[in-house]
């Protein structure tokens, strides 16, 4: 099967520090990949260099092939990766029905398979909330929104940058059985985490990063069962 999302070779620097070594996977179409590690592994650099908010200095970022690595943010998203952010990053003046009218695009092939009412029948809870000011949200519902946002942009591959991080329990198991369902309708996930137990019930695959390289690829089930993996690289 081709690579819808392909990560080869990058090599990304903040300044003279280099911060990722080479970085190699690949996400097939309608995977829910998991990139695991601990805080400061690489995961969001990883995610930036694909988004094209950190270029690599070298290495290649390919969307169904097109090498986009060093293209500017807004083309890499036309092309098809669209991104949500840690820290979410919606407009909090404007309505949640705004934040989502703003990011409405269709998808690199001319895809409209997400609309207002796709969103709404998907995020019932952002359908109840499409006229209340974005920045009055709590911290899950803003995350709902986020992810709603981005997929009204028709993506290719959806990248959520620590989806669980700092929310409540009850809210991240939401967040969590949302995932799943976008799992189920087809839709390609990569997902940044340093829960692994979150991801056990929602990724098919998982890529574990430490200090910058690659250091394990296979399915989620082969790294739940791999104890040595977990306790070297993942256990907090």
């Known amino acids: 099967m081709t690579a819808i999302l392909s990560a080869d070779g990058l090599n990304v620097f903040y300044g003279a520090s280099q911060i990722l070594f080479d970085v190699t ?3 097939e179409e309608g995977q829910t990949v998991a990139l695991l590690g601990r805080n400061g592994a690489g995961k969001s650099t990883t995610f930036k260099a694909l988004a094209g908010l950190a270029p690599p200095r070298t290495g290649s970022v390919a969307i169904r092939g097109q090498d986009v690595a060093r293209s500017k943010p807004h083309r890499i998203a036309r092309a098809g990766i669209g991104y949500v952010p840690e820290d979410r990053q919606i407009f909090p003046e404007h309505t949640v029905e705004d934040n989502l009218t703003i990011a409405a695009k269709p998808g690199a092939g001319g895809e409209t398979d997400w609309t207002l009412e796709t969103v709404y029948e ?3 809870i952002v359908r109840d909330l499409r006229h209340r000011i974005a920045g009055r949200l709590s911290g899950g519902e803003q995350q709902m929104l986020t992810i709603a946002r981005t997929l009204m942009g028709n993506p290719d591959v959806l990248l959520l940058d620590e989806p669980s991080e700092g929310l409540a329990p009850i809210i991240v198991q939401k967040i969590g059985e949302l995932i799943r369902r976008l799992r189920d309708m087809g839709v390609t996930v ?3 985490e340093q829960n692994m137990h979150f991801c056990l019930g929602i990724a098919s695959h998982a890529v574990v990063i430490d200090k ?7 399915t989620i089930q082969a790294l739940k069962a791999d104890e040595e993996v977990r306790r070297r690289y993942l256990a907090v």
């Not at 910058?212 to 296979?218: A, F, L, N, S, W």
């Open 212 to 218: 910058g390289h690659i250091v394990y690829r296979d």
């Open 190 to 192: 990569l997902l940044a």
């Open 122 to 124: 998907v995020f019932p």
């Open 25 to 27: 996977f690949a996400v």
